[in-house]
């Protein structure tokens, strides 16, 4: 027996059919791929926001670093 990936529909096969065979099809697919691209997107555009400004990739690069690399600067002392 086969079974898409809708959580529900999963859940009692799993329960019910414990040997069942997982297909993966493809609007479920594309819909995980969307989410994933979706928050990919979000942060670029976040990085894209703070980096106003600059004139250059070099730093567009560092903005990705200091904002993704979750780097605590408060504890930064000079």
């Not at 898409?4 to 529909?9: A, L």
């Not at 040997?19 to 989410?35: C, L, Q, R, S, T």
């Not at 980096?51 to 904002?67: E, K, Q, V």
Request: charged share 20%; net charge positive.
């Amino acid at each position: 027996m086969t079974y898409d990936m809708s959580p529900g529909f999963a859940e009692g096969v799993r329960q019910w059919l414990p040997n069942a065979a997982k297909i993966i099809d493809k609007f479920h697919m594309i819909k995980h791929a969307n989410v994933i691209l979706e928050g990919l997107n979000s942060i670029i555009q976040h990085v894209k926001t703070r980096a106003r400004g600059f004139r250059n990739m070099d730093y567009f690069s560092t903005m990705i670093y200091l904002t993704r690399g979750k780097l605590d600067l408060n504890t930064v002392t000079t």
